[in-house]
Structures are given as C-alpha cells and as structure tokens.
T-cell receptor, first 114, second 115 residues
C-alpha cells in the first residue's frame, strides 16, 4: 500500500488560505488520494478525494500533481474551527486484499490562529 | 447526508464486564463498516472490517473472541468488548462505507474507560 508523508504541524492565520502538502511517491495508477480531518476527541471528517484531476467542494480544493506523486489540500479561508489533524491517505484500489482499508498516519496538526 | 452515529458516546465500566457499542448509518446503507481504535496522542488503528451478513475480518493482533462484531443490517454494526480490562480503555470509532461508493464516513467515537 502506498504510504504518505506529511509535515507534522503547520500554522495558518485566520482568513488566509491553508495549504497542506502530502507526498505519496509510490502511489499506483488507480489509487485515490483521500483527505480527512479530526478535531480533538471527535471522529474523522471526510473532506475530499481525487484520482488525477483537481477537485473542489464546499470545504476545500485538492490539487494533485501531474505525476500524482504529491498533492495539496487547500482550505481557501481558514477559520479557527479548522484547527485539527489533517490526514492524507492513499486508498488501496479494488481487487486487492487491502481494498477499502484506510491506513492513518500521524497527519498534520493545523493550528489556525487569530 | 452521510451521517454516522455511535452509541454510547462514552462509557465507564468495571474490569471483567462486557460493553457493547453501536454504530449506525442514519441516512444511507452501508454494506461494509469498519472499527478503529485510537489511544491518546496516537493515530487511528483499524481493528476489523465488518460486512453485512457475514463474519468480520480482523486485523493482525486483534483478538476476535475479545472484540465481537455483528453486522446484522445495512445500517447497524455492533462491537462488543468482552471481559474488558483497563488496557482496553480507548477511543473506539466506527466508519461506514456508503453502498455503491468507496468513501467512508466516520462516527463521533465512543470513549471507553475500564476501571
């Protein structure tokens, strides 16, 4: 299964864009990149996922490089409530024994300050 | 949409007793549900995969006789921690994969404290 590498922590000023990087250099062609976040003492919250193309929803944008070896999650206007641990996960593709399983790393602790 | 609930949100029990945790998908059907455990300052660890109408698949090192999983319907999975001990104290989180998609949605978690 492809592993991901994220910085352990990042800071962001309220109202500014938060750009969270993730490296996944061993990703396979049919593996998706998923992003979740976990606010303290809560279950993870789904944010966004993508395969090749950039994706945008009401929460965030996901930019995937052309070679798919890295991606960036963008929170366009960070608020204090966006302070959380952000997990970048490569989801194994269908057909394998690990299909559907999400392996959580340590993630990035994003702190949004006033 | 895609709301998952867990009950109870927290529980305190005596050592040696059993505790049942429920995971429900409220507005979608979930053929597959997953159970995770999270210790303080650590990341989530997958314990088992639960498929509706069949036996659960446990990750290496997770005792299937201690952590009983039942997935009797497309909206409900239960985890029973049998003969709980203080080392079982943890944050237990379930997720449900919406049937027909590959995205997992997580419950709010259950804090188990075994005295």
């Amino acid at each position: 299964d492809a592993k991901t590498t994220q910085p352990p922590s990042m800071d962001c000023a309220e109202g500014r864009a938060a750009n969270l990087p993730c490296n996944h250099s061993t990703i396979s062609g049919n593996e998706y990149v998923y992003w979740y976040r976990q606010i303290h003492s809560q279950g993870p919250q789904y944010i966004i996922h993508g395969l090749k193309n950039n994706e945008t929803n009401e929460m965030a944008s996901l930019i995937i490089t052309e070679d798919r070896k890295s991606s960036t999650l963008i929170l366009p206007h960070a608020t204090l409530r966006d302070t959380a641990v952000y997990y970048c996960i490569v989801r194994p593709s269908a057909g394998g024994t690990s299909y559907g399983k999400l392996t959580f790393g340590q993630g990035t602790i994003l702190t949004v300050h006033p | 949409g895609a709301v998952v609930s867990q009950h109870p949100s927290w529980v305190i029990c005596k050592s040696g007793t059993s505790v049942k945790i429920e995971c429900r998908s409220l507005d979608f059907q979930a053929t597959t549900m997953f159970w995770y455990r999270q210790f303080p300052k650590q990341s989530l660890m997958l314990m088992a995969t639960s498929n509706e109408g069949s036996k659960a698949t446990y990750e290496q090192g997770v005792e299937k006789d201690k952590f009983l999983i039942n997935h009797a319907s497309l909206t409900l999975s239960t985890l029973t921690v049998t003969s709980a001990h203080p080392e079982d104290s943890s944050f237990y989180i379930c997720s449900a994969r919406r049937t027909g998609t590959d995205t997992q949605y997580f419950g709010p978690g259950t804090r188990l404290t075994v005295l």
